[in-house]
């Protein structure tokens, strides 16, 4: 079996590398490429990669390479993890919002549409490559925003489905909670990437989302840096993206006070890469963990596992809507517990959205169809809908701004600007 990852010289590949190693059981793989146009970059983590196969004796042959196609060839799955435009491009999307009172955030608002824009040509390009080379290579997208980006490749025909690592870190964490095997967590887990909420938590066939937050509602709240009087008041546990719409303009204030998570990131990948470049070190360093993708690796190895070996296991993916969430279209994409098999991700039944929920998700995903088209079509008047349908900016003056600011701030990205 070979995998390919495309985005291989990120810092977060060798946690990606550690589950491959450890979880080889469920994803045996006999080839790993990494792919990245960081040549540098790519010697220092591809060196690593192949240290941490040795130290827990895994017997697969991992290369690297700037040269995608080659790369791409032959491989059974791709995984696509890559940020176009960098630290620095983060930045400004983290940054020129706040200009409007508008939040800064890679996937969410005026930021996620920059980002959007970038990264949609870019990914389906190499889909395109991925399809020449290989028609029947699955891509597994962890490039963010995914929702779009997945969107984007399942409209253009491809075999495509989206990670997110949320869900399982949820998982994670309620089964400390409540000290049983992560495993024995099922979440019903509804909404879009970064736009999701735990309605319930399965232990044993019971539901114990009452007592996990009549127990440990506090610590949930404080991790999510929401108020405990809104968990209960929900009775659900949202995502902490969810903190961008519920407490926008706290979030603005806080940050306008301190550096951008772009600026720490990117301090921190360069001592990770120093930490690399050891030839020492063959395992995942212990900073690693405040980089962020918490269990990535895990959701990886499940997702790609489920789709090449055809086990029809439960994941929570981006799939097509078709039908699930019935108030919206069928081609959205939502981020939903699923059965994935060799054909790909089916979409379980859910419960029908209650309307607090509802209206949000419904007017999110207005959104996404017109970043899409953004994204796929460019032009001034497309950026500015989108931007004027997102329920965190829809105002004439900042969407305006927003639009002219985004362009500015991404031309060398944007052919049609």
Not at 56 to 64: A, K, L, M, T
Not at 216 to 221: D, N, P, V
Not at 351 to 370: D, I, N, Q, S
């Amino acid at each position: 079996m070979k995998l390919a990852v495309v985005g291989g010289g990120s810092t977060y590949t060798p946690e990606l590398v550690d589950g491959f190693a450890r979880l080889r059981d469920a994803l045996p793989l006999a080839e790993l490429v990494l792919i990245d146009p960081a040549a540098d970059r790519l010697e220092l983590v591809g060196g690593l990669a192949r240290r941490i196969f040795a130290r827990q004796g895994h017997p697969g042959r991992i290369s690297w390479t700037s040269d995608l196609d080659a790369g791409v060839d032959g491989a059974d799955a791709v995984l696509l993890q890559l940020r176009v435009g960098g630290q620095a491009a983060r930045n400004e999307d983290e940054t020129w919002p706040l200009d409007c009172g508008c939040v800064g955030q890679e996937t969410t608002g005026a930021g996620g549409l920059a980002k959007a824009l970038r990264t949609v040509p870019v990914v389906l390009d190499i889909a395109e490559r991925v399809r020449r080379r290989n028609p029947d290579a699955w891509i597994v997208d962890f490039t963010n925003p995914v929702g779009i980006v997945t969107r984007a490749l399942l409209t253009a025909g491809h075999r495509a489905v989206g990670l997110c690592n949320v869900a399982i870190g949820f998982q994670r964490k309620f089964a400390r909670h409540l000290g049983v095997a992560p495993e024995a967590v099922s979440l019903e887990h509804v909404g879009l990437n970064h736009l999701t909420w735990e309605r319930s938590v399965t232990v044993g066939g019971h539901n114990v989302l009452p007592q996990l937050l009549a127990e440990h509602g506090e610590a949930i709240a404080a991790d999510l840096h929401m108020p405990r009087e809104l968990l209960d008041r929900l009775g659900v546990v949202p995502s902490y993206y969810l903190r961008y719409f519920y407490q926008h303009d706290e979030v603005v204030r806080e940050l306008l006070g301190r550096p951008s998570r772009a600026a720490e990131v990117a301090e921190m990948e360069r001592q990770l890469l120093a930490l690399y470049g050891d030839p020492a070190l063959d395992e995942k360093p212990e900073l690693l963990g405040k980089r962020g993708g918490a269990f990535y690796s895990e959701a990886a190895v499940a997702l790609t596992s489920s789709l090449l070996r055809d086990t029809g296991d439960v994941q929570v993916v981006n799939a097509l809507n078709n039908g699930t969430l019935p108030f919206l279209p069928d081609d959205a994409v939502i981020e939903v517990p699923a059965s994935v098999d060799a054909r790909g991700a089916h979409p379980l039944p859910v419960h029908p959205l209650e309307p607090l929920f509802a209206g949000l998700v419904a007017g999110v995903t207005a959104y996404e169809h017109l970043a899409l088209e953004a994204a796929l079509k460019g032009g001034r008047g497309r950026v500015f809908d989108a931007l004027l349908a997102h329920p965190l900016i829809g105002q004439v003056a900042y969407a305006d701004r927003l639009t002219d600011d985004l362009i500015a701030h991404n031309r060398e990205h944007l052919a049609w600007a």
